[in-house]
């Protein structure tokens, strides 16, 4: 195992790629973006690394708003969104953005929390839930999806706030979601907006990250007004985009991962040596498994199980293929190496990727400091057991934050020579 997985010029390194690749504009003081459901400032980030930045974040997790009191500027309001007692209400917030911006163009962005949409909501197993019980969680978070539609509409609308633009991020089932319960809306924004709303979840593409410059797969359905987002890459492993360059590997942004390779050769074949002694694989599967590279398309710690198969039935096979079905999901670590997910990879030797190396592939600066999140925890309370999942304050927040190189790209389409003209006038 190892314990120390980079050295300082490792992260020298991993600076030098980044800035190479997402350069730092000017910063200005003419414009500025709002966030809701900010958490450790993902979009944040973006926009300021397209110069812009932040007016006012709100998020009621302590632990994200010291991380982002750490790395960026604005006022951090702490709290939850709604219109219960002793919450944020939205209209309060509106006012309090007219003053943070001070007549400003400002771009609002909601990342309102979409678990109830994902697959967090298992339909199987012993946590499984029923498609009613999915129904009625997803109707318990709407409020804050209505509460972020309501917000944009009522900036469009106030006499003191010049917005720009805006947007809302959430999983893609939230516009299947919206389309089929319409009525929904009525209780949030008038017929007009509510007409507008609905026009843009037909019409606005979910955006992937890997299409940003990142080797992340993480897609989010964006819909708002006032800007585009152009993809600067294409998936390599799909058909080439013209005009698009082939999104990067794991390994251009992470090169030091390469070398631990080979360092740990000795050490992955103890491993499989043992398991070859203990009977659990076979020679063959041996040789397979020195050839592959430790990471996975799916960032799995083990080799997996494939479809059927078993680390005690390495003879299984795929019918399609005649290959052994324990291995098909493998990728080799070299320079075809692309795609992990958003959530925390890992090695196989147990090495699990730093912050750093995680909030990298993802298009933060190497140097995004977190050190305020370090041994705390965000404590999940499963409402039908009552059972409490404590997970490290780090894993949660960069799982769930917004891609930087995603945001980047908003902020250059809000506030750069490619704004796109909206009817956001018609509301004012």
């Not at 120390?4 to 190479?20: C, H, P, S, V």
């Not at 079905?325 to 030797?349: D, V, W």
Request: net charge positive; with cysteine; hydrophobic share 35%.
């Amino acid at each position: 195992m190892i314990k120390k997985a980079m050295n300082d010029q490792d992260l020298r390194t991993m600076m030098e790629i980044f800035n190479r690749r997402f350069p730092q504009a000017p910063m200005r003081d003419d414009v500025g973006v709002i966030t809701e459901f900010a958490g450790m400032g993902g979009f944040d980030e973006g926009f300021r690394r397209a110069g812009i930045p932040t007016f006012a974040s709100v998020e009621a997790w302590d632990a994200a708003n010291d991380v982002r009191r750490d790395n960026q500027e604005g006022e951090v309001i702490e709290g939850y969104i709604g219109t219960e007692q002793g919450m944020l209400h939205p209209d309060d917030l509106v006012e309090r953005y007219a003053r943070a911006s001070q007549g400003r163009p400002v771009h609002y962005h909601a990342s309102p929390p979409c678990q109830a949409f994902t697959m967090a909501q298992r339909k199987t197993g012993p946590a499984g839930k029923t498609p009613e019980e999915i129904h009625e969680d997803r109707l318990s978070a709407f409020p804050m999806i209505g509460n972020a539609l309501y917000t944009a509409e009522q900036m469009m609308k106030h006499p003191d706030i010049n917005l720009n633009s805006w947007s809302l991020e959430e999983a893609p089932a939230v516009a299947q979601f919206i389309k089929e319960n319409p009525h929904l809306l009525d209780k949030y924004v008038s017929k007009p907006f509510q007409h507008r709303v609905m026009q843009l979840l037909t019409n606005q593409p979910k955006l992937d990250a890997i299409n940003f410059g990142v080797p992340t797969t993480r897609g989010r359905t964006f819909i708002g007004e006032g800007w585009n987002a152009e993809p600067t890459h294409y998936h390599r492993d799909r058909k080439p985009v013209g005009g698009a360059m082939p999104s990067p590997t794991v390994l251009d942004f992470l090169p030091h991962l390469q070398r631990e390779e080979e360092e740990n050769r000795p050490n992955k074949q103890a491993i499989i040596d043992q398991m070859l002694a203990d009977g659990k694989i076979s020679p063959p599967v041996a040789d397979i498994l020195m050839g592959q590279g430790w990471i996975s398309q799916s960032g799995g710690v083990n080799p997996g199980t494939g479809r059927g198969a078993s680390w005690l039935n390495p003879k299984a096979t795929s019918k399609k293929t005649g290959l052994p079905t324990t291995f098909q999901h493998r990728k080799p670590l070299n320079s075809n190496t692309t795609g992990i997910t958003h959530n925390m990879p890992a090695l196989a030797y147990k090495r699990r990727f730093t912050p750093q190396e995680v909030m990298m592939i993802q298009g933060f600066r190497p140097d995004y400091d977190i050190s305020s999140a370090a041994n705390r925890y965000y404590r999940k309370t499963n409402p039908r057991t009552g059972k409490v999942k404590s997970i490290p304050a780090a894993d949660q927040m960069i799982g769930n934050v917004v891609s930087p190189a995603v945001s980047r790209a908003i902020a250059r389409g809000a506030f750069g020579s490619n704004q796109q003209k909206t009817l956001m006038d018609d509301f004012r």
